[in-house]
């Protein structure tokens, strides 16, 4: 089976825009489930709904690998997982090391989804000396002075950076020295890396913090719209809410208790 460093995706060569190139993993996971159901076909609309885009994004996306499914019939679900798993590059073995094994590199260690998404875990690193030999998910952890080794017997040439921030840069600079080319970073930092290294983000605080501001906003649409209302209207509700709260307080008798139980 080839290794990481022997081939490229093919979708920057055929013209695949990003944007259709971020969808193509959740069009994947949406078919994968329909093939474990044993689902022959699907139509647009279904696997849209499925895979949280619109129908007529997903019919675009899909023009760009040459699938347009068949009219009355829908999309070949085993032809799509195949077609789709080729233009990622998951048809081969891609050989990943984990630098960093503290709580969130063990715990990516332990997720049982890689192997078969086409990725291999290759080596578990970390700095701490204490940590070297120590066995996480099956694998002894490797200490940070054999990374360059690592990445050379491996083949390696996708690195999964989980240290804490101010170690993070460094290590991307020797990853990228010892030939990886891909970096998935998961330290709340911005890498800097040079031209032909791709680098994807990902920051759980951040995701966090767009989730409160569509809370926020929410809260806010609320209150404007309670503000909105006539006071007629406003106080009916109150007095309503009231009853019902104390309706919910009654006794069998259909009275309200004194005191209410803790």
Not at 30 to 39: C, D, G, H, K, Y
Not at 45 to 61: P, Q
Not at 186 to 204: E, S, Y
Request: hydrophobic share 45%; charged share 20%.
């Amino acid at each position: 089976m080839a290794t990481g460093r022997t081939h490229r995706p093919a979708t920057r060569s055929r013209g695949i825009p990003e944007a259709t190139v971020a969808r193509l993993p959740l069009y994947l996971r949406a078919l994968t489930a329909l093939s474990e159901r044993s689902v022959p076909t699907v139509s647009s609309e279904e696997l849209a709904t499925a895979a949280g885009v619109n129908s007529a994004k997903l019919r675009k996306d899909f023009s760009y690998l040459g699938s347009y499914g068949t009219r009355g019939v829908g999309y070949d679900v085993e032809y799509l997982v195949y077609q789709i798993s080729r233009e990622l590059g998951l048809t081969q073995d891609w050989p990943v090391v984990i630098v960093g094994i503290g709580n969130l590199g063990a715990a990516l260690a332990n997720y049982g989804g890689f192997a078969s998404r086409g990725f291999r875990v290759a080596a578990l690193i970390d700095a701490d000396p204490a940590m070297a030999g120590k066995p996480v998910a099956g694998m002894p952890v490797q200490h940070t002075d054999e990374l360059e080794r690592i990445i050379s017997d491996n083949g390696v040439s996708i690195g999964v950076i989980a240290t804490p921030a101010g170690a993070a840069q460094q290590v991307c600079e020797r990853l990228v020295a010892a030939g990886v080319t891909s970096i998935l970073n998961f330290a709340p930092t911005v890498l800097t890396v040079p031209d032909g290294v791709d680098v994807r983000k990902v920051d759980l605080s951040i995701e966090l913090q767009i989730l409160a501001f569509h809370e926020q906003r929410k809260a806010g649409e609320g209150a404007a719209a309670q503000a909105a209302m006539p006071p007629i209207a406003r106080d009916s509700a109150v007095e309503a809410a009231a009853d019902s709260v104390a309706a919910s307080r009654k006794g069998p008798d259909g009275d309200v208790p004194a005191v209410m139980p803790a």
